[in-house]
């Protein structure tokens, strides 16, 4: 089984909707990052969460850090099809000896229907 | 600001065949890393450069080598590429541990 893993693997919504993506580490998490994939395209940076409780937001995608269940979640509000795309968590569970490695999820595929 | 580049964008090779794919980043970062990326399989770390002058394995460095010839600069080799090598491949760079890494757009490669 993998190191991170990601629920959904796939999402289908309609436009407005909410939902959420879940990763959940095997090992402690001394960061966990969360990036967008358009297909084809590289990954860009969404946002990073090092300290348990840790909650941020952009435009209206908010991430948590549940320290204690070595989890994070995703959650879109009112979603857009312009939202569309893969979702991929990406953790660093090595500390201080990773020389910033990171482990990655499998990635949940969103597609938002208009 | 061109941030991370690849090169190529796709390229196809024959059983055999060997093939550099090179990487670059403008933004003085000291970590470069080499991923790729299969269906359901999320991506997976094949090698990475932690500073200028240091190289070491990530999960899967099996059938590649990797060069930091400089501090921009971060090339990935196949020697004898198969078809299980078939994959996309993204490089990213990081300024320093706890920060975010930044991704090239990638290249795909298929091994026929």
């Known amino acids: 089984s993998q190191e991170l893993e990601q629920s959904p693997q796939s999402l289908i919504v309609q436009e407005g909707k909410n939902l959420t993506i879940n990763c959940t580490s095997s090992k402690t998490l001394y960061g966990l990052y969360w990036y967008k994939q358009k297909y084809g395209e590289g990954l860009i940076f969404l946002m990073m969460?090092?300290?348990?409780?840790e909650e941020k937001s952009h435009e209206k995608i908010t991430a948590k850090l549940d320290e204690k269940k070595q989890q994070s979640s995703l959650h879109i509000t009112a979603s857009q099809p312009s939202h569309a795309g893969i979702y991929l968590c990406g953790a660093d569970v090595q500390g201080g000896t990773s020389y910033g490695k990171l482990t990655f999820g499998q990635g949940t595929i969103l597609t938002v229907h208009p | 600001n061109a941030g991370v580049t690849q090169t190529p964008k796709f390229q196809v090779l024959k059983t055999g065949q060997s093939m550099t794919l090179q990487c670059a980043q403008d933004?003085?970062?000291?970590?470069m890393y080499w991923y790729r990326q299969d269906p359901g399989m999320g991506l997976r770390l094949i090698y990475y450069s932690a500073s200028e002058g240091t190289t070491d394995k990530g999960e899967v460095p099996n059938g590649y080598n990797v060069s930091r010839l400089n501090k921009r600069e971060f090339s990935l080799r196949l020697e004898s590429a198969a078809p299980s090598q078939t994959s996309v491949y993204f490089c990213a760079s990081r300024e320093n541990r706890g920060h975010e890494q930044y991704f090239g757009p990638g290249t795909r490669l298929t091994v026929t």
């Open positions: 933004m003085n970062h000291n970590s």
């Open positions: 969460l090092q300290k348990g409780g």
